[in-house]
């Protein structure tokens, strides 16, 4: 399991996929979406700091990876995630949704395609946690996501890291209860698709039941 049992409170969505899978994208747009339908929307970033490490990094001719090893890059973002999602339990402003930008399926998937063991912390955590009420998965082709990276010109990656990372994320226990959306489109298209897997409720702008 990479999260615990659901709790009573907001519905929590969590959008998850490789790097240049458009989950911040479409997580920026699902939130704004929701908001002027008059939900109260939370919209939180639970990145591994990875990015940030790659540009220290970088000062230094290297990488993130290279700096920590794959196990002390794992633990690093891990409790960076963990930091990120925790702070989001302690802040109990109201709300009726949650959009979470990546999860702990992210770091399950990672420490899978990096072949590392989870972890006490990770395991730990899993307990803690809630589970989403909602988790798209979204699928894109490595070749795509990588064009996708490039562009930004702030990660490193390479083809083999990604499609490792699609492999972690497929091997995990619970990816039979994602959703799947296809994110090989544009935004416009890839926001369609997020929306058509919301909740029919949600879609209609009713009441949601706490979850």
């Known amino acids: 399991m990479a999260a615990g049992s659901a709790r009573p409170g907001p519905l929590r969505i969590a959008l998850i996929g490789i790097d240049g899978a458009g989950k911040s994208t479409a997580a920026r747009q699902l939130a704004g979406l929701l908001a002027r339908r008059g939900y109260r929307v939370k919209l939180r970033r639970n990145a591994g700091g990875r990015k940030w ?12 990876e290279k700096l920590l090893g794959r196990r002390g890059l794992s633990l690093f973002e891990t409790v960076v995630r963990a930091a990120a999602l925790l702070r989001t339990l302690v802040r109990c402003r109201p709300a009726d949704i949650e959009i979470h ?11 899978r395609a990096r072949e590392c063991p989870p972890g006490r912390l990770l395991r730990l955590l899993g307990r803690v946690i809630p589970a989403p009420g909602l988790v798209l998965y979204l699928d894109v082709a490595p070749e795509r996501a990588l064009a996708r990276v490039g ?13 490792a990372f699609a492999a972690g994320y497929r091997s995990l226990a619970d990816f039979a209860s994602f959703r799947v959306i296809d994110t090989n489109g544009s935004p416009d298209e890839i926001l369609a698709r997020v929306e058509a897997a919301l909740p029919a409720a949600v879609r209609a702008g009713g009441r949601i039941a706490a979850g």
């Open 53 to 64: 490490l790659d540009n220290l990094a970088r000062r230094r001719g290297s990488t993130a």
């Open 101 to 111: 930008d990546r999860y702990l399926y992210c770091q399950l998937a990672l420490n």
């Open 151 to 163: 562009s930004r010109g702030t990660d490193v990656e390479s083809l083999e890291d990604l499609r």
